[in-house]
C-alpha cells in the first residue's frame, strides 16, 4: 500500500521500520521540526526522523497542517491511508479525509481508557492490571475513533512507564503491520469504542512530579514508578549543601511506618502516610549514574531518621 507515515519519538520507530521491512511504499515521513536539544542547544531531529533518513524516505516537518498549501501537499502524495503514531500534532478533518481508506492511529491504551497525551504514565500511576495497543481510525475527536484491532499487556507490580513504553512499542509495531495487511484485503473492521469507561490521560505536568509522602505507599509506589524515567518523580533532602533534588525512577510498597517522608533505614525505607516505599533506584541532580537505594544514603551520608521533603 501506499502509505504517509506521521510521527515523531522513538515510539513510533519499531512500526515505521515493520511497514518499511513489509513493502508498503511510504510515499513520506511527516514527523515534528528539529528542536534545540543538549548543552550546545544545536537543533535535533526526531527519532522518526533521524530513522527515515536512514531509510532514505522523504522527511516533512510543516508547522501547521491547518494550511491550504499543506492539504495540497498532503493530497500530492496520493496516500492509501495515513499511519499515525504519536506524532504530536493534530490533524485537521480536511487530511483526515484525503487518503483513501482514512488515518490510522497507534494509541497506547486499552481505549475507551486513557485517551489523550499520557496514556502509558496514566496507566501505571493509576495501578492498572492491563494496558495495550490499539489500532483505531482517526476522527475529529481526541481518540474517540472506531478500533479495529488490539493487544494487551500485563503492567506487573514495579512496572515503570518507560519498561511498559518499550514493551509496547515492537507490540504496536506488529499489531499495525497486520493490520494494514488486512486493509489491503479489505479485511480490516472497526468497532466503535465504548460509551462508558472513558478516562483521559491529561499531560503530565512538572507539578505532578514532587512525591507526596503523605498518600498511601501503594499509591506512592505508583506515582514514582509512573513517571519513570522522564519527568522522574522527586523529593528534596539536605545532602550536605542545603536542599538538593533527587530523582526517583523505581519504589516498591514495603513495611513499615512513621511520619511521612522519613527514612527508617538502611535499605532506603521511607514512611508515607499510611505504610512504606522502598526506594530501588535514585539519581541526584547533576549526576549522571543511578545508584541503589543503599549506594545513594552511603553516598549521600544519610541515616535513619533523615526527612525527605
Given at each position: 500500500?501506499?502509505?504517509?507515515?506521521?510521527?515523531?519519538?522513538?515510539?513510533?520507530v519499531?512500526t515505521?521500520?515493520?511497514?518499511?521491512?513489509?513493502?508498503h511504499?511510504?510515499?513520506?515521513v511527516?514527523?515534528?521540526?528539529?528542536?534545540?536539544?543538549?548543552r550546545?542547544?544545536?537543533?535535533?531531529p526526531?527519532?522518526?526522523?533521524?530513522r527515515?533518513?536512514v531509510l532514505?524516505?522523504p522527511?516533512l516537518?510543516?508547522?501547521t497542517?491547518?494550511s491550504?498549501?499543506a492539504?495540497?501537499?498532503?493530497?500530492?502524495?496520493?496516500?492509501?491511508?495515513?499511519?499515525?503514531?504519536?506524532y504530536g500534532?493534530?490533524?485537521?478533518q480536511?487530511i483526515?479525509?484525503?487518503?483513501?481508506h482514512?488515518c490510522?492511529?497507534?494509541?497506547?491504551?486499552?481505549?475507551?481508557?486513557?485517551?489523550g497525551?499520557?496514556?502509558?504514565?496514566?496507566?501505571?500511576m493509576?495501578?492498572?492490571?492491563?494496558?495495550?495497543?490499539?489500532?483505531?481510525?482517526?476522527?475529529?475527536?481526541?481518540?474517540?475513533?472506531?478500533?479495529a484491532?488490539?493487544?494487551?499487556?500485563a503492567?506487573t507490580?514495579?512496572?515503570?512507564?518507560?519498561?511498559?513504553?518499550?514493551a509496547l512499542?515492537?507490540?504496536?509495531?506488529?499489531?499495525?503491520?497486520?493490520?494494514?495487511r488486512?486493509?489491503?484485503r479489505?479485511?480490516?473492521?472497526?468497532?466503535?469504542q465504548?460509551?462508558e469507561?472513558?478516562?483521559?490521560a491529561h499531560?503530565i505536568?512538572?507539578?505532578?512530579?514532587?512525591?507526596?509522602?503523605?498518600?498511601?505507599a501503594t499509591?506512592v509506589?505508583?506515582?514514582?514508578?509512573?513517571?519513570?524515567?522522564f519527568?522522574?518523580?522527586?523529593?528534596?533532602?539536605?545532602?550536605?549543601?542545603?536542599?538538593?533534588?533527587?530523582?526517583?525512577?523505581?519504589?516498591?510498597?514495603?513495611?513499615?511506618?512513621?511520619?511521612p517522608?522519613t527514612?527508617?533505614?538502611?535499605?532506603?525505607?521511607v514512611?508515607?502516610?499510611?505504610?512504606?516505599?522502598?526506594?530501588?533506584?535514585?539519581?541526584?541532580?547533576?549526576?549522571?549514574?543511578?545508584?541503589?537505594?543503599?549506594?545513594?544514603?552511603?553516598?549521600?551520608?544519610?541515616?535513619?531518621g533523615?526527612?525527605?521533603?
Amino acid at each position: 500500500m501506499r502509505i504517509v507515515f506521521m510521527g515523531t519519538p522513538d515510539f513510533a520507530v519499531p512500526t515505521l521500520d515493520r511497514l518499511h521491512a513489509d513493502g508498503h511504499t511510504i510515499a513520506a515521513v511527516y514527523t515534528r521540526a528539529p528542536a534545540k536539544a543538549g548543552r550546545g542547544m544545536a537543533l535535533k531531529p526526531s527519532p522518526v526522523h533521524a530513522r527515515a533518513e536512514v531509510l532514505g524516505l522523504p522527511v516533512l516537518t510543516p508547522a501547521t497542517l491547518k494550511s491550504e498549501a499543506a492539504a495540497e501537499d498532503f493530497a500530492g502524495h496520493g496516500a492509501d491511508v495515513a499511519v499515525v503514531v504519536a506524532y504530536g500534532m493534530l490533524l485537521p478533518q480536511r487530511i483526515l479525509d484525503l487518503p483513501r481508506h482514512g488515518c490510522l492511529n497507534l494509541h497506547g491504551s486499552l481505549l475507551p481508557r486513557w485517551r489523550g497525551a499520557a496514556p502509558i504514565q496514566r496507566a501505571v500511576m493509576a495501578g492498572d492490571a492491563m494496558s495495550g495497543v490499539g489500532v483505531m481510525r482517526m476522527e475529529a475527536g481526541l481518540d474517540t475513533g472506531p478500533v479495529a484491532m488490539e493487544e494487551r499487556i500485563a503492567i506487573t507490580e514495579g512496572m515503570t512507564a518507560g519498561e511498559l513504553h518499550d514493551a509496547l512499542m515492537p507490540l504496536g509495531a506488529d499489531l499495525m503491520g497486520r493490520a494494514i495487511r488486512a486493509l489491503d484485503r479489505e479485511g480490516l473492521t472497526f468497532v466503535p469504542q465504548a460509551e462508558e469507561g472513558v478516562v483521559y490521560a491529561h499531560k503530565i505536568t512538572n507539578e505532578e512530579a514532587r512525591i507526596d509522602w503523605s498518600r498511601q505507599a501503594t499509591e506512592v509506589a505508583r506515582h514514582i514508578n509512573g513517571l519513570s524515567p522522564f519527568p522522574g518523580a522527586y523529593f528534596e533532602a539536605d545532602l550536605g549543601k542545603g536542599p538538593e533534588r533527587v530523582k526517583v525512577l523505581r519504589a516498591l510498597p514495603a513495611d513499615g511506618s512513621g511520619a511521612p517522608g522519613t527514612l527508617l533505614d538502611a535499605a532506603c525505607t521511607v514512611a508515607c502516610g499510611t505504610g512504606a516505599v522502598r526506594l530501588i533506584e535514585l539519581r541526584r541532580a547533576g549526576k549522571g549514574g543511578v545508584a541503589s537505594g543503599e549506594e545513594f544514603l552511603r553516598g549521600a551520608r544519610l541515616a535513619a531518621g533523615a526527612s525527605f521533603a
